[in-house]
């Protein structure tokens, strides 16, 4: 099962910032928080990881509270094109290469 | 850099019959995972890869799946004899663990297989 939870979904206007919410209360110390993306009809599409430190790549940025019980997904000017399912999910970070748990994600509607 | 390619695209088929999926993973990735999700569900995982040898394959439905990948390249993933329960989309992903020991897996854009 996931270890997260997520509204199931969310409404953003164009242009506008979204911020999408995860909870995963019971992460363990060595579990990174991963977010994925699936743009209807696609493969899932990786966005950004972190472990505790906040994090930015071009795509996104990944807020973690300091207690790292939650973290939102920034998408800073959201287009119509990301229109999708957004998925946050926690792996262990050593160990070897671990299997992705997913769970209903959170569908984000970018309105024009 | 070419991405994972899967093949092929579109399967119908009839109860009975059989289908291989194949994955080609990015150059380079040792690690080639399979997943699937059925209508309605969640995308589910399947079995993961690290060359040629199964590293886990707990998320095989049942033995008329056969995942191989022989060599350590390509994948293929054959469904024999097909149900009408297998209906769904499967997709591929690969992955290469790096010098932080993390590993990004990467989605092939999946495969629709419909069963009749």
């Known amino acids: 099962d996931a270890k997260t939870t997520q509204p199931t979904s969310m409404d953003c206007a164009e242009g506008r910032a979204a911020n999408l919410p995860c909870n995963h209360s019971?992460?363990?110390?060595?579990?990174?928080v991963y977010w994925y993306r699936q743009i209807h009809s696609q493969g899932p599409q990786y966005i950004i990881h972190?472990?505790?430190n906040n994090e930015t790549n071009e795509m996104a940025s990944l807020i973690i509270t300091e207690d790292r019980k939650s973290s939102t997904l920034i998408l800073p000017h959201a287009t119509l094109r990301d229109t999708a399912v957004y998925y946050c999910?926690?792996?262990?970070?050593?160990?070897?290469?671990?299997?992705?748990?997913f769970g209903k994600g959170t569908k984000l509607t970018v309105n024009p | 850099e070419a991405g994972v390619t899967q093949f092929p695209s579109h399967s119908v088929i009839e109860k009975g019959q059989t289908v291989t999926l194949r994955c080609d993973p990015i150059?380079?990735?040792?690690?080639l995972y399979w997943y699937r999700r059925v209508m309605g569900k969640e995308i589910k995982f399947l079995l993961h890869?690290?060359?040629?040898?199964?590293?886990?394959e707990s998320g095989m439905p049942n033995n008329r799946f056969l995942a191989e990948r022989t060599g350590g390249t390509y994948s293929t993933l054959k469904v024999q004899p097909a149900e009408l329960e297998d209906s769904g989309v499967y997709f591929c992903?690969?992955?290469?663990?790096?010098?932080?020991?993390?590993?990004?897996?990467?989605f092939g854009p999946g495969t629709r297989l419909t069963v009749l």
């Open positions: 999910i926690v792996r262990p970070s050593q160990g070897g290469s671990e299997k992705l748990v």
């Open positions: 972190g472990l505790k």
């Open positions: 150059s380079g990735h040792d690690n």
């Open positions: 019971t992460i363990s110390g060595n579990e990174y």
């Open positions: 890869f690290v060359k040629e040898s199964k590293q886990d």
């Open positions: 992903a690969s992955s290469q663990v790096g010098l932080d020991m993390l590993d990004t897996q990467y």
